[in-house]
């Protein structure tokens, strides 16, 4: 029903910067309530950014400052832009979007639609 695509991930000095993209398709865009998260081997997968349709954006602590999520209602697309990025910040980078009318953005298991993800590697 919807389907998400990443692009953007790679090979990335430590302090570089990157920007993954999140292509959305087979519905509305615009009412999605938007994520990134990740997951690093062996780690759970965890809360990035998101961006709730009115608006709103939310952030891990951890990348609070570095990374910025913003979204292209005209091109059904969800970036991260990631600054000063950490080899700690290496993983995989998944998008996620919540078709319900409400949701928690660091849950999990409040979204509907993940894409296949995109890796992100940061060498220092």
């Known amino acids: 029903q919807v389907q998400l695509v990443e692009s953007g991930g790679g090979l990335v000095q430590a302090g570089g910067s990157l920007r993954l993209s999140c292509a959305a398709s087979?519905?509305?865009?615009?009412?999605?309530?938007m994520g990134w998260f990740r997951q690093a081997p062996g780690k759970e997968r965890e809360f990035v950014a998101a961006r709730w349709r009115n608006g709103n954006t939310y952030y891990a602590d951890s990348v609070k400052g570095r990374f910025t999520i913003s979204r292209d209602n005209a091109k059904n697309t969800v970036y991260l832009q990631m600054n000063s990025l950490k080899p700690e910040d290496t993983a995989l980078y998944y998008c996620a979007a919540d078709l319900g009318i409400v949701g928690v953005p660091s849950s999990l298991s409040d979204y509907d639609y993940w894409g296949q993800g995109t890796q992100v590697t940061v060498s220092s």
């Open positions: 087979g519905g509305t865009f615009s009412r999605y309530n």
